[in-house]
Every structure is written in C-alpha cells, then in structure tokens.
C-alpha cells in the first residue's frame, strides 16, 4: 500500500466511508448490492468511494477521471481529516 495511502486512520476513515455510501446511494441505490466485503476500513472507504465514481460516470459522463470525481466527493479531504 501506498505510504501516504497508509496514513488515513481513525475517524476520518469512517467520514470517508460514510461520503462514499452517501454519494453511492443517491446515484444509484443498487450500486453497492454487487460490492462485496473488504476487510479494513480503508479498503471499505475506497470501495465506497470507487462505487460512487463509478455510478456518477455511468448516470452522467465517463470522461471525468475517477480521483477527479473522489476528490469533490470528499471535497479535496481524501488524505486530511475533516
């Protein structure tokens, strides 16, 4: 795992999965049925907000860059606590 990846703890993980399910949800309530269960928080926080992106690009438009649509998710906080 990246060094700077591996930093995220505590708290600011559980806002970072509960962002992910929000912006999943809204986008397509079915998009986390399919997901399956990854152990740790941060591979949950990550899967929650891949699956947000990926129902945001599917519903509007491909063209925008995953970590583009993950930073205004968490609104540039990915890596800070909030």
Do not use: C, N
């Amino acid at each position: 795992m990246r060094r700077w990846l591996a930093g995220v703890s505590g708290e600011h993980l559980s806002w970072l999965r509960r962002r992910g399910v929000d912006y999943a949800v809204h986008l397509d309530p079915q998009v986390l049925v399919d997901e399956s269960y990854h152990p740790g928080e941060l591979a949950q926080a990550l899967s929650a907000l891949a699956a947000a992106a990926a129902a945001w690009r599917r519903r509007f438009t491909s063209t925008v860059e995953v970590w583009t649509l993950i930073g205004v998710f968490t609104a540039g906080r990915l890596l800070t606590p909030v």
